[in-house]
């Protein structure tokens, strides 16, 4: 069973920048961002494999970026530009292969000035 963590949400003003972070228990092959808007289904953000190579939904496409530090078994999540349409709880998940097979607590974004 794999724990993951996640930190570093809250509330940032628009335009502004966030990091999230999610700690991981062991250093599982992927590890993703997702998020959730009120009324609307959880949508997938970016991913990240062990090797570093990366994919992104289109709408995360030029403001968000993925890293992970394999050493610390933690991703991150850079936000910047923050949007409106970006609140929502951020979940971070992990999977052996390019699933998701473990899933965080979530951490909530607000954004509003």
């Known amino acids: 069973q794999v724990q993951l963590v996640e930190s570093g949400g809250g509330l940032v003003q628009p335009g502004g920048s966030l990091r999230l972070s999610c700690a991981a228990s062991?250093?599982?092959?992927?590890l993703s961002w997702h998020r959730q808007a009120p009324g609307k289904q959880r949508e997938l953000v970016a991913r990240?494999?062990?090797?570093?190579?990366?994919s992104y939904a289109d709408s995360a496409k030029g403001r968000f970026t993925i890293s992970r530090d394999n050493f610390e078994n933690t991703v991150y999540l850079q936000i910047n530009s923050l949007k409106p349409e970006d609140a929502a709880v951020y979940y971070c998940?992990?999977?052996?292969?390019?699933?998701?097979?473990?899933w965080g607590q979530g951490t909530q974004v607000t954004v509003s000035s």
């Open positions: 998940s992990a999977g052996y292969s390019m699933g998701d097979d473990y």
């Open positions: 990240i494999a062990r090797n570093g190579s990366t």
């Open positions: 062991e250093n599982i092959y992927t």
